[in-house]
C-alpha cells in the first residue's frame, strides 16, 4: 500500500508539472493543444459581438427618427448581421493561422488592446467589416491569454497536491491508510482528466477555462487539501470517520483507528 500511493503521488506530480512547465517553456503549447477550443471561442465572441451592434444614436430628432427607422427595417439589419457573421467566418482561418505567428507583431499590438476593452463604434453596419478584423485579432489574443491563466492554474494546483501527498506519505508512514481517501479521490479526477483531455479535448478545456467549473475544481483540491492537513496536524480523526464510516455503510466491519 505505501509503494502504491508513493508510485501514485509521484506519477502524479510528474504529469501535470511536465503540463505545467510546457507551458512556459513551449510558447505555442497551449495554443497547439486548445487551437480548436480557441477558434471556437473567437467565433462565439464575434457572433456575440455582430448581434449586438447597433447604430450610435446621439439624443436629437434626427437620430430618434432614424431609431425609429431602423426599427422599421430590423429584418433587413439581422440580414446584415448574418451575411456579416458569413464573411468572418471565412476569415477566421487566416486570422487565426496570423495570429499563431508568434513572430508577429500583431500580437504584441492585439494583447495590449486587450486592456483597452477594444470595442466596434460604428455609424453603419455595413462599416464594421474591416473593424471586424481587429476585433477577431484582440479576442484571439484574449482567449489565449486566458486560456494559458486558467490551464496554469489547473496543472499547477493538481501538481501541488500530488506533491504534498507524496510528501506526507513519507512525513506520517503510519497513515497510508487514511492517505488512500485523498490518493483514490485524486486518481479518479487525473484518469476522467486524462481521458477527456485524449478523447474529448475541447471539453476538457471548456470546463478548465469556465470560471463556475474552475472555482468547482479549486473547492475540489481545498477538500483534498483538508484531508491531508487533518491527517498531519489532527492525527487523521475527521478522516477516520468519514473512512469508517463508508466502510459501515458497505457492510464492510474493518475499523481504522486515528494515526
Known amino acids: 500500500m505505501k509503494i502504491t500511493l508513493r508510485i501514485i503521488g509521484l506519477i502524479g506530480t510528474i504529469l501535470f508539472?511536465?503540463?505545467?512547465?510546457?507551458?512556459?517553456?513551449?510558447?505555442?503549447?497551449?495554443?497547439?493543444?486548445?487551437?480548436?477550443f480557441i477558434k471556437q471561442q473567437v467565433k462565439k465572441k464575434t457572433n456575440e459581438k455582430i448581434d449586438s451592434?447597433?447604430?450610435?444614436?446621439?439624443?436629437?430628432?434626427l437620430s430618434k427618427l432614424a431609431g425609429k427607422?431602423?426599427?422599421?427595417?430590423?429584418v433587413k439589419i439581422d440580414s446584415v448581421k448574418q451575411n456579416l457573421k458569413n464573411k468572418t467566418h471565412e476569415k477566421l482561418a487566416d486570422i487565426i493561422a496570423e495570429m499563431r505567428n508568434?513572430?508577429?507583431?500583431?500580437?504584441?499590438?492585439?494583447?495590449?488592446?486587450?486592456?483597452k476593452q477594444y470595442q466596434l463604434n460604428l455609424t453603419s453596419l455595413q462599416a464594421v467589416n474591416d473593424k471586424l478584423k481587429d476585433f477577431m485579432r484582440t479576442r484571439y489574443m484574449e482567449v489565449v491569454t486566458e486560456l494559458k491563466r486558467d490551464v496554469r492554474i489547473f496543472t499547477g494546483s493538481n501538481t501541488l497536491i500530488f506533491l504534498l501527498l507524496l510528501i506526507v506519505s513519507f512525513l506520517k508512514p503510519k497513515a497510508i491508510t487514511h492517505l488512500f481517501l485523498p490518493g483514490i479521490l485524486l486518481v479518479t479526477s487525473t484518469v476522467l482528466c486524462s481521458y477527456f483531455y485524449v478523447f474529448e479535448q475541447n471539453w476538457i478545456l471548456t470546463i478548465i477555462h469556465n470560471d463556475y467549473l474552475g472555482y468547482g475544481h479549486l473547492v475540489y483540491i481545498g477538500v483534498l487539501f483538508a484531508f491531508l492537513c487533518d491527517i498531519v496536524f489532527n492525527k487523521a480523526r475527521v478522516t477516520t470517520e468519514i473512512i469508517n464510516g463508508t466502510l459501515s455503510a458497505i457492510g464492510n466491519a474493518t475499523v481504522v483507528v486515528p494515526c
Request: aromatic residues 10%; proline residues 2%.
Open 17 to 36: 508539472s511536465t503540463f505545467l512547465y510546457f507551458t512556459f517553456s513551449v510558447p505555442s503549447y497551449v495554443e497547439e493543444v486548445g487551437k480548436d
Open 53 to 61: 451592434l447597433t447604430i450610435n444614436k446621439k439624443d436629437n430628432a
Open 69 to 74: 427607422l431602423l426599427e422599421k427595417n430590423k
Open 102 to 115: 508568434l513572430d508577429c507583431e500583431c500580437r504584441n499590438k492585439h494583447a495590449a488592446l486587450i486592456k
